[in-house]
């Protein structure tokens, strides 16, 4: 059993910079894919950014590429995820997730799921 808690969604004003942290449990975080994503009200979630179980590789989405970050440090077993250049688009609520030895983009394919933090860009 793989338990996540994200932290560090705030307030902040267009152009502004934020990073998310999400913890996990457990001895081999180290292969899982860890993944982030967002759900607006009213909106579909949507797939933010991954890093790949045992690699270096990172994957993001079109909207958040050139202006996030995600990275991992395996020795402390938290993904996080650095947001700049944020824009009102990006308010939602930010889940992290994690997947076990397989390379998925897709939330139906993530079994664990922290609890969210809710990230607001004030225009």
């Known amino acids: 059993q793989v338990q996540l808690v994200e932290s560090g969604?705030?307030?902040?004003?267009?152009?502004?910079?934020?990073?998310?942290?999400?913890?996990?449990?457990?001895?081999?975080?180290?292969?899982?894919?860890?993944?982030?994503?967002?759900q607006a009200p009213g909106k579909e979630r949507?797939?933010?950014?991954t890093a790949k179980w045992r690699s270096t590789s990172t994957y993001y989405a079109d909207s958040v590429k050139g202006r996030f970050t995600i990275s991992r440090d395996n020795?402390?077993?938290?993904?996080?995820?650095?947001?700049?250049?944020?824009k009102p688009e990006d308010t939602a609520v930010y889940y992290c997730g994690a997947v076990f030895r397989r390379t998925s983009t897709m939330?139906?394919?993530?079994?664990y799921w922290g609890q969210g933090t809710q990230v607001t860009v004030s225009s």
């Open 9 to 38: 969604g705030e307030l902040v004003q267009t152009g502004g910079s934020l990073m998310l942290s999400c913890a996990a449990s457990g001895r081999t975080f180290s292969d899982y894919t860890m993944g982030w994503f967002r």
């Open 46 to 49: 949507e797939f933010v950014a």
């Open 75 to 86: 020795a402390k077993n938290t993904v996080y995820l650095q947001m700049n250049s944020l």
């Open 107 to 111: 939330w139906r394919d993530f079994a």
